[in-house]
Each structure stands twice: as structure tokens, then as C-alpha cells.
């Protein structure tokens, strides 16, 4: 497949994935069996996009969350959204000094995506029967730290969804409000891991990247997550997360299908 091609693809699946509860790492590693492998800096890269798509979407939060801390409740809201970021922080750099790297093989991203929509269809129900509250708890803020950390352990699971049902499962029965928190604290996290896979990359993948396709990777992915995530924030307003939870299940059982035994 032309290279520019499979790069545009491969932006698209990182845009539309990254912040929907789908699994972006479990979609790009799938893909990546049929398109082609492509280097660390050409993934880092690409994410970085879907993340700039969101920081423009939030854009106004941000910059009211950093000029307002003289206010008690931005104050206090931007050290939850702290609090998260450095949980996830200590356990991803635990992982990392205990040796741990992503699998590459499509079996354990299938039961991901199996066994984490079996538990979005049952924290949709349990969520259902809690009250509706809007506030982020520091239980709630601790939870979702933890969460980040576990979804980036095991590729398939989705941090978004992992965050997001955390918190409604906490205590915050309002799925705006889960979501926005979800995605805020997504931002420094997705920065940090992106500016540290960046930091390990060798001098050898800048040198054979294909610069131009790459650029057009990082726009694709910028744009198609900016419409992915404006549609998510105005489903999520009157429907339930349902059909993402019956596609991974069935995503992952074509998966386990189709792998060789």
C-alpha cells in the first residue's frame, strides 16, 4: 500500500480511537499488522495530534482552570486534576522499571476489548442506579489516576473508558462531568507519555522517517479526533455507552476468530 495512504489510515484510527472507549493502542496495533509496523516517533507523533485536538476543544476550561486559581473551586479542581496525574505518573514509571512493554500479538488486545465490554455494559447498569452528582471527589480523582495507569499496563482496555466508568463508579453519576475530568487529566498524561517515548527514540527513526507523511498523519489525526470528540461530548449529553461496549465485544470475538490457532 503507498505510504501516504497507509499514513492517513492509520491517522484517522488514532484520531477517531484515541479518546472514544474503543482502545487506540489495541486499533493501531491491529492495523499496523495489515499496513505496515511504523517507528515510535511516527505513533508518538500522530497521538500528539489527537491531544492538540482536545487541548482546542477545552481550550476555555484550560484557561480559565490556569487564570482562575484564586478561585477555591478551580483551585481545588485543578490539584484533583493533579492528584490524578501523578498517580498515573509513579505507576507508569513502576511499570516501566519493572521491564514492562506493550505486546505486539492481537490475542491479549482481543480479550481487552471482550472483557472491557462486558464491565462498560455492567458500570452502565450500576451507574444508572446512582445518584446524579457532578462533583469530582479526591476518591474520584485518585480512582481515575490509578485507572490511566492500568490502561496503559494493558493495550485494548482504553484509558477513556477506563476513567470514565471509574469516576461514574465513584461517585460522579454525571457522565459530562466524568468525561470532562476524563479528558482533562488526559491532556498532561498523554503530553508526559508522548514527551517520554519521544526522549527514547533513536536518532535512526528521524533519520528514515518520511517526513511528509508523517505531517500529514499528525493533521489527520488532529482533525478527525477534534470531530470525534465534539460528537462524543454531545452523544454522551442523552445516550449511554452501550453500542461501544457491544463493539468491542464483538470486535474482540472476530479478533479470536481470525488469529491463527
Known amino acids: ?77 485543578a490539584l ?10 509513579v505507576l507508569g514509571l513502576v511499570a516501566v522499571k519493572l521491564g514492562y512493554s506493550l505486546p505486539d500479538s492481537v490475542t491479549p488486545i482481543a480479550w481487552a476489548l471482550i472483557v472491557g465490554g462486558v464491565w462498560m455494559l455492567l458500570a452502565e447498569w450500576l451507574a444508572a442506579r446512582q ?9 474520584v480523582a485518585a480512582l481515575v489516576g490509578v485507572a490511566q495507569a492500568v490502561a496503559g499496563v494493558f493495550p485494548g ?3 477513556s473508558a477506563a476513567t470514565i466508568f471509574v ?18 487529566v488526559g491532556i498532561p498524561t498523554m503530553f508526559a507519555a508522548s514527551a517520554y517515548e519521544l526522549a527514547k527514540a533513536h536518532g535512526a527513526d528521524a533519520a528514515h522517517e518520511d517526513w511528509g507523511a508523517l505531517g500529514v498523519a499528525f493533521a489527520v489525526s488532529a482533525v478527525t479526533a477534534f470531530v470525534a470528540v465534539k460528537w462524543l461530548l454531545g452523544y454522551i449529553r442523552t445516550h449511554r455507552f452501550t453500542p461501544f461496549a457491544i463493539y468491542r465485544i464483538a470486535l474482540g470475538i472476530v479478533l479470536l476468530a481470525a488469529v491463527p490457532a
Open 131 to 139: 445518584p446524579e452528582r457532578s462533583e469530582i471527589t479526591w476518591r
Open 167 to 184: 469516576a461514574l463508579l465513584a461517585g460522579t453519576g454525571n457522565r459530562a462531568a466524568a468525561t470532562e475530568f476524563a479528558f482533562l
Open 1 to 77: 500500500m503507498n505510504d501516504l495512504l497507509s499514513a492517513i489510515i492509520l491517522g484517522i484510527i488514532e484520531g477517531v480511537t484515541e479518546f472514544l472507549p474503543i482502545s487506540s493502542t489495541g486499533h493501531l496495533l491491529i492495523a499496523e499488522r495489515w499496513l505496515g509496523h511504523r517507528s515510535d516517533l511516527f505513533n508518538i507523533v500522530i497521538q500528539a495530534g489527537a491531544i492538540l485536538a482536545v487541548v482546542v476543544i477545552y481550550r476555555e476550561r484550560l484557561w480559565n482552570l490556569a487564570t482562575g486559581l484564586g478561585d477555591p473551586r478551580n483551585r481545588e479542581y
Open 157 to 159: 482496555t482504553s484509558r
Open 80 to 89: 484533583k486534576l493533579a492528584l490524578a496525574f501523578g498517580i498515573t505518573a
